[in-house]
């Protein structure tokens, strides 16, 4: 009796874990056939698969919601990476402004995902869609500030690209979450 107890809640379980990793799966399968040239499968699976909050997901529009999460925090590390990189005394002025610039942007982002947080959870799709559209901008523009210099290595170009992947797939899954 006891065994069978028992057995029945591991079936439940994996019941669950597997509702959800489907739905990982095959969200992340529309993400990449919608938008190929950004989203990789690959990386949007273990993405929310390295998420537990992901992982207890049950609709798509969970997903937006963890993924905007995972963005703001993303967005609020690379804000103290920057920090970090200004501390440098012989940063060249240059590179200290478009530091400081990138700076700006991130914490512009960190709200905007925020801001595009709430509208979702309201169903106001529109004003969540152009904050969303708003924050992805933000590695480009932070990215664009040390282009001005040839031969300059840019120092956030590993945190750019990842925000960018990042902030897409939650432009992505709103799409999908609104389509139903
Ligand atoms: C941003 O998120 C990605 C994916 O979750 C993670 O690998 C990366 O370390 C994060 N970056 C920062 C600066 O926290
Ligand atoms: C400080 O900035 C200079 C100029 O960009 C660089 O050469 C040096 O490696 C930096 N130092 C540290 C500790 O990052
Ligand atoms: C940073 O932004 C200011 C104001 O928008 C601009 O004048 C400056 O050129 C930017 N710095 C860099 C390094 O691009």
């Known amino acids: 009796m006891k065994n069978s107890h028992i057995s029945s809640l591991v079936f439940f379980y994996l019941l669950l874990v597997s509702v959800s990793s489907n739905l990982i799966q095959e969200s992340c399968n529309k993400a990449a056939k ?3 040239q950004t989203i990789k499968l690959d ?11 992901a992982k207890s997901a049950t609709t798509v529009s ?9 963005a703001i925090t993303n967005a609020t590390s690379i804000g103290s990476i920057i920090s970090k990189l200004l501390e440098n005394k012989s940063l060249e002025s240059f590179e200290r402004d478009g530091l400081k610039n990138c700076s700006w942007l991130y914490s512009l982002a960190g709200t905007c995902l925020q801001g595009a947080g709430e509208a979702f959870k309201a169903k106001n799709y529109a004003t969540a869609g152009v904050d969303i559209v708003a924050s992805i901008e933000a590695p480009m523009n932070c990215e664009d500030q040390f282009k001005k210099k040839k031969g300059f290595v840019p120092p956030l ?3 750019n690209n990842i925000f960018f992947l990042l902030t897409d797939i939650s432009r992505v899954f709103m799409t999908i979450a609104q389509k139903g």
């Open 157 to 159: 170009t590993k945190e």
């Open 62 to 70: 969970d997903l937006v919601e963890v993924s905007i999460e995972a």
């Open 43 to 53: 990386f949007c699976v273990s993405n929310f698969e390295g998420n537990p909050k």
């Open 34 to 36: 919608l938008d190929p």
